[in-house]
Structures are given as structure tokens and as C-alpha cells.
């Protein structure tokens, strides 16, 4: 995590990711490319997990380029070439073996009917990015926020993890499109957006979902410099203060 990691370079890591070998490695692409295919698939293979090599590398390529995305099982397998149970029984996989986690979607909300499916993630946006051949990622680029939605998520598990706090994790999107990136059970709710000055455009999920009135605190995680507080209650966090104060408890 970037807790841990001696003058943590934020764009270093959305590049190439947080496994220590690499992110401090002179050829991180090197590296990553050998992990991938040394231990994401052989040893995958190796522990009898999966028969069918070939099937389970196009899925993980699959589940890569669908990284973060709301995935509906039936076409999801069908692109991948297997049926839906298998494609669970995948996901099952790398969950067992801490290379992926699931984000079931929040279906609480009354005013507006929300989304079920799931959102997946692999463990490391290094090697997402690998998977997806994404080249270098520069500042303010989309790329750079979807690497930078994972990072701040993977943060929060970790943190979480580490302190022993049992919360449920999931996401909300109502089907009119309202959307909140990461609900923490009942205690927070939290937008990430990779932009340094947070307008009133970039709260509507928190806002809509706020109208509920199911979660305790709402707040969101961006680039910006000051932390500060809306007039209707929500924290916007400048992303190494926020992390700072999960670390220290005082989020959660």
C-alpha cells in the first residue's frame, strides 16, 4: 500500500502497480510481464485450479479489459467462449487465490431502483494494465482515472484488512444513472474522481444517494489540494489526506 511504500510516487504506481519487486524494479514491464505469465497462469494452472489453460488466459484477459465495469454474466461468457458457470466458477478462482474482489452493487435505495450486478477488480492495477496492454499512463488522461479509482479502492480494503474492520464493501447505480464509486456498510459513502477542483457536477451520485438517507457520512476523494466541507455536509478530500485519516481511524 502507499502507507507503506518510502516517497510513494502516485503516477509510478498507476503505471506498474504496487507489488514491491516491481514498483521498485528498473524494468517494472519486464517484471510485470513475467509475473503474469509465471505465476497469474502457470501456478494458477500448477495448483489444478483450472484444466483448461487457454480458457482461463482469455477470460483474465477479459476480466481486465472489463476491470471496474458492471459485468453481466451471460454476455460476459459468451465473449469469453464458456458458459456463465464457468465464468463464476473463474471469478471463484481469483478470489480463492487474492488475485481479484467482487463489489456487489448497494440495493437498499427506495427512491431510485438500483443495479445488482457485480463489479470486479483485479488485485493490482500494474497488472491490469498489463493484461490490457495500456502503454503508459499519463496525468489527467481517462486512463489515469480509472487507475486511479482501483488504487484508491484497493487503499481502502487494505486499510480495512489491516485494522481488522469488518465492513461490507459495495458500489450503487441507480438505472437512471446516478452513481457512487464505494459504500463502506452504513458508515460512508465515497465518490473518487481523478480532478483538482471538485464542482457540483461531480457530487450528483453522492447527492442523489444522500437522499436516501441510509449511510451516516458521504464524501468524496479527488486531487485537489484543500480538504473541505459543502454546505449540505460532504467531505471532499484531497487523496493523501483521506488516506491518512483512514489509516489513523478517523474515517471509519
Request: hydrophobic share 40%; net charge negative; with cysteine.
Amino acid at each position: 500500500t502507499s502507507h507503506e511504500i518510502e516517497d510513494f510516487d502516485l503516477l509510478r504506481y498507476l503505471n506498474h502497480g504496487g507489488l514491491p519487486a516491481i514498483y521498485l524494479s528498473e524494468e517494472p514491464q519486464e517484471d510485470l510481464a513475467g509475473y503474469v505469465s509465471l505465476y497469474l497462469k502457470e501456478e494458477i494452472q500448477a495448483e489444478s485450479l483450472t484444466r483448461n489453460l487457454p480458457a482461463f488466459s482469455t477470460f483474465l484477459d477479459a476480466i481486465a479489459l472489463s476491470n471496474g465495469e458492471e459485468i453481466n454474466m451471460e454476455s460476459f461468457a459468451s465473449d469469453c467462449g464458456v458458459s456463465p458457470i464457468t465464468v463464476k466458477n473463474y471469478l471463484q478462482i481469483l478470489e480463492d487465490t487474492l488475485v481479484g474482489f467482487s463489489l456487489p452493487g448497494f440495493r437498499k435505495t427506495k427512491k431510485r431502483k438500483a443495479i445488482s450486478r457485480i463489479k470486479h477488480y483485479l488485485f493490482d492495477v500494474g497488472v491490469v494494465n498489463h493484461l490490457c496492454q495500456r502503454g503508459l499512463i499519463q496525468s489527467k488522461s481517462e486512463l489515469f482515472g480509472k487507475a486511479f479509482e482501483q488504487f484508491l479502492i484497493q487503499e481502502v480494503r487494505a486499510c480495512l484488512d489491516y485494522q481488522r474492520t469488518i465492513v461490507s464493501l459495495s458500489y450503487w447505480r441507480s438505472t437512471s444513472q446516478f452513481e457512487v464509486d464505494l459504500i463502506l456498510g452504513q458508515k460512508l459513502a465515497l465518490e473518487i474522481k481523478a480532478t483538482s477542483l471538485v464542482q457540483d457536477k461531480h457530487l450528483k451520485g453522492l447527492r442523489a444517494l444522500k437522499e436516501e438517507g441510509l449511510i451516516e457520512k458521504y464524501a468524496i476523494v479527488s486531487l485537489d489540494e484543500e480538504e473541505r466541507t459543502t454546505e449540505d455536509g460532504i467531505a471532499i478530500y484531497p487523496w493523501k489526506v483521506f488516506l491518512k485519516k483512514m489509516w489513523d481511524r478517523k474515517i471509519v
